[in-house]
């Protein structure tokens, strides 16, 4: 293969790792906006309360798999090179992609059978992600890592809305070029990967732990599986994390969780490298990443059932079509990373992360705020500046902070280090589903069945009628705001339908009945939910405050290049503290 210099080199490996996370990370939203068009195509009812469980694991499947085994991935990229775990990564997912878009089954055997190939392609995501930032932070000297990895990680955050956006262009068309989307580019990808990419780490022969990779696995799966049950109604109850099932799987969880941490303190080289966590920078950036994304999390979905479920209705669109359009509408938080990740990181490289980061999350705070002022039904031109300050402040927070937490690792736990924050990351995103729900549907329980037996009654339904589709757990009406149905249509069903007149048919099943009866239930939920953000966003801030000065591992020369033999040479662990400029 021919030589490369390493000034050509670090784009080549910028721009193939870029385009790796945006991959893994569009992958990990794309079908929300599809579901309603993937369960039409296999001919499943999502509402249906027995069919919950699919769509939350169509859903969460995929996070929860990169959650899981990131840290292995990244631990394994260090003992075996990392440029081979990540090519390794777009052969799985580029597989499972085709798998994913040849489904031939109908019905829960269907669902089952997507929701298994969605969890190899996160088995390849997880490849993908766990090695990206080790492999940018090898090829990029360090005055220029905070650009680089900026660039990568807010391409990576946006991936995640622009899936939004795609997921509501292709599904209509067919919901299996959701899926075949990525095979192309993941077939080219991967030649271009084996072919450009080569490894400046040295790999370290280690033992595998498998005492902590399958404790760490487990306590992951249980505590994300209490999740999805949790936000499930038991009991009698609108939610379920109260339940038996839930309380022993959490207790189960923590049980395993617990004998890893013990484990990884006792093995020789152990999955996750605790000692890490006595880097400040690392630590306090890890705990910041952890909280950013809870909130992010969050605030997508709000968004999603916000737009879906009110405010387009209300504005002459019909429900088939808010899928995609409040992936457009949305699309102003994404311009705003776009533009403030890069810009911020550029700078951090030179004046540190701790001020951007810092400013990032307290203007993020300032932005959830603003949005608790607005009524349900805002002026759009309002809603999208303040989207866009969201995601400037997001931008400007993810950049400096993911290339503080880089390069304050040592070389030789770059891949290990990298993969540990970035599970944080993906955990987060699965707990803040959990968390936003709940908080959702205690909003909703508290007034949703009045209000809609009410509403019901008042256009000609009869009363038991009324009072049987109000009874229904509110996580059917939020999974039906949340997928772009008319749930008042749905849930009535035809028959209900056809024994009231013309005007309260056309009342009940038209654009404005259901988000005006949701509106007021729904901004309760929202304002608990934001609350929620707001108070983790300014303990992010305070986390990145505390990270102290800037911090580089000693055996690099931060005003120079280095050089693919300089990368190859023993690395020196201890980190040291650089003041901030």
């Known amino acids: ?116 190939m969605r969890i190899v392609q996160g088995v390849g995501g997880a490849c993908l992600l766990a090695n990206a930032a080790a492999i940018i932070t090898d090829a990029f000297p360090t005055h220029q890592r905070g650009m680089a990895l900026g660039m990568n990680n807010i391409v990576g955050v946006s991936g995640t809305f622009i899936g939004l956006i795609l997921g509501g262009i292709l599904a209509p068309i067919d919901w299996r070029l959701v899926f075949l989307i990525s095979v192309p580019v993941g077939v080219f990808g991967t030649v271009w990967a084996y072919l450009g990419l080569r490894e400046l780490s040295t790999p370290r022969r280690a033992r595998v732990d498998w005492g902590g990779n399958l404790t760490f696995a487990l306590g992951l799966v249980l505590l994300m599986t209490a999740v999805t049950y949790g936000i499930r109604p038991a009991g009698g109850h609108a939610i379920g994390w109260g339940s038996p099932k839930v309380l022993g799987l959490l207790g189960a969880s923590a049980l395993s969780l617990i004998a890893f941490w013990i484990i990884e303190t006792r093995v020789t080289d152990p999955m996750f490298r605790l000692p890490l966590f006595r880097i400040r920078a690392f630590t306090f950036g890890t705990l910041s990443t952890f909280l950013s994304s809870v909130s992010r999390g969050g605030l997508m979905f709000m968004l999603i059932i916000w737009l879906q479920g009110i405010w387009l209705p209300q504005h002459g669109y019909s429900f088939t079509e808010t899928p995609l359009w409040a992936g457009i509408y ?90 540990m924050n970035q599970t944080f990351q993906n955990s987060a995103q699965v707990l803040s589903i959990g968390i936003f729900f709940t908080l959702m549907i ?14 019901l009654q008042a256009h000609g339904v009869d009363p038991a009628t009324a009072h049987s589709v109000a009874s229904l ?10 997928l772009g149905y008319n749930p008042v249509q749905h849930l009535l069903g035809p028959h209900a339908l056809h024994a009231l007149s013309a005007h309260d048919q056309a009342t009940l099943t038209g ?71």
Request: net charge positive; glycine share 10%.
């Open 473 to 482: 757990p509110p996580v059917s009406i939020l999974f039906a705001a949340f």
């Open 511 to 581: 654009s404005s009945f259901f988000p005006h009866l949701i509106s007021a239930p729904f901004r309760s939920g929202l304002h608990a939910a934001f609350s929620f953000a707001i108070v983790a966003c300014l303990i992010a801030a305070a986390a990145s405050l505390l990270r102290g000065g800037r911090m580089v591992d000693e055996g690099e020369d931060e005003d120079a290049h280095t050089t693919p033999k300089e990368l190859h040479a023993d690395p020196v662990v201890r980190p040291v503290h650089v003041p901030s400029r």
């Open 330 to 419: 949305m699309l102003p938080l994404t311009v705003g990373m776009l533009v403030a990740g890069p810009t911020s990181g550029y700078f951090s490289d030179r004046f540190g992360a701790r001020p951007f980061a810092t400013a990032g999350m307290v203007l993020t705070a300032l932005g959830f705020g603003l949005l608790m002022l607005l009524p349900t039904d805002f002026k759009y031109p309002v809603f999208g500046a303040i989207l866009f300050l969201i995601g400037a402040s997001m931008g400007m927070f993810a950049s400096p902070n993911r290339a503080a937490v880089m390069n304050s690792l040592p070389k030789r736990d770059r891949g290990a280090g990298g993969a």
């Open 442 to 455: 205690i909003g909703l329980a508290s007034t949703l069945p009045h209000t809609l037996s009410s509403g």
């Open 1 to 116: 293969m021919r030589t490369v210099s390493p000034d050509r080199y670090k784009w080549v490996a910028l721009s193939n790792a870029t385009l790796a996370v945006l991959l893994a990370t569009l992958d990990g939203s794309i079908t929300i906006i599809a579901m309603p068009d993937i369960f039409r195509g296999i001919h499943l009812d999502p509402l249906v309360p027995a069919n919950s469980f699919y769509l939350l694991w169509m859903i969460l499947g995929y996070l929860v798999v990169t959650s899981v085994l990131i840290v292995s991935l990244g631990r394994l990229g260090d003992m075996v090179g990392r440029v081979k775990i990540y090519n390794l990564g777009f052969v799985i997912y580029t597989v499972a992609s085709l798998l994913l878009a040849i489904d031939w089954m109908t019905g829960r055997n269907g669902a089952t059978y997507l929701i298994v």
